[in-house]
């Protein structure tokens, strides 16, 4: 896909401002070119794709920096390599103060709520290592592998290693959503005790984990292009069946 629109600055200063991209956490690349006149007087690579240390933004949203002459109307270029099959984006102009707070704000809220949850799962562990309750093990799974992608998809991980290259679960969030979607059903079918109360129920509860777990492992080897599809389908089909 290609965007394209202008900025035009009407004040008597130069202006500086974060251009951001919204929520593009599907975007695997994207290029960025920003035309004065007749010439290229900036670019910028980013996307999911690209090394964090690459990034011309510190928070992990793709955002990057523009600045703009006075009385100038500049040209911005845009390149995308998405996953998926549609676009969805909402630019946004930031002042540099202001983003730089909100994206503080927004991880101080980030990593208090992933801090409750890793101390739920590990309470929950230690009582199903005290009762031997499978229901307990399973809630684990739930949590750790919510976690895992709420990380994936927020990229927090990534940002706070300064990861050189692209990191697993933020590559491959789809497949961490199925394993979810898959120790969902397992706890579902534990939790309802289903075996006892609606065998039938169980039944259809444990052949949709099992059918997800061959499709994660049939699908871990292909690009998150060939899996995304798959995984809403799967993860529909497993609230459906729970409810």
Not at 86 to 103: C, H, I, N, T
Not at 106 to 116: A, D, T, V
Not at 225 to 234: E, V
Request: include cysteine; proline fraction near 4%.
């Amino acid at each position: 896909f290609w965007f394209r629109f202008q900025v035009r600055n009407a004040t008597p200063t130069r202006v500086k401002r974060t251009v951001e991209m919204g929520n593009t956490h599907h975007l695997e690349q994207v290029w960025v070119f920003q035309v004065s006149g007749d010439r290229i007087v900036a670019r910028w690579r980013l996307g999911q794709g690209v090394p964090h240390s690459q990034h011309s933004s510190a928070s992990g949203d793709i955002a990057f920096p523009l600045s703009v002459a006075s009385g100038s109307t500049d040209t911005l270029l845009m390149r995308f390599t998405i996953h998926g099959l549609g676009l969805q984006m909402e630019p946004v102009l930031w002042d540099e103060s202001a983003y730089v707070k909100r994206f503080q704000r927004k991880m101080s809220i980030l990593w208090l709520f992933e801090g409750l949850m890793a101390v739920m799962a590990v309470y929950h562990l230690l009582v199903y290592l005290r009762l031997r309750d499978r229901t307990y093990l399973f809630f684990v799974g739930v949590v750790a592998l919510g976690l895992c992608l709420d990380v994936a998809v927020m990229d927090g991980l990534q940002m706070l290693m300064q990861s050189e290259s692209p990191l697993p679960l933020s590559r491959y969030f789809g497949l961490v959503g199925l394993g979810l979607s898959t120790t969902w059903c397992f706890f579902s079918a534990e939790a309802l005790e289903t075996r006892s109360r609606n065998p039938r129920t169980d039944r259809m509860l444990r052949w949709l984990a099992w059918l997800q777990v061959v499709t994660l492992i049939a699908l871990s080897p292909l690009s998150p292009r060939s899996w995304m599809q798959p995984f809403f389908a799967l993860n529909g089909l497993s609230m459906l069946a729970c409810i």
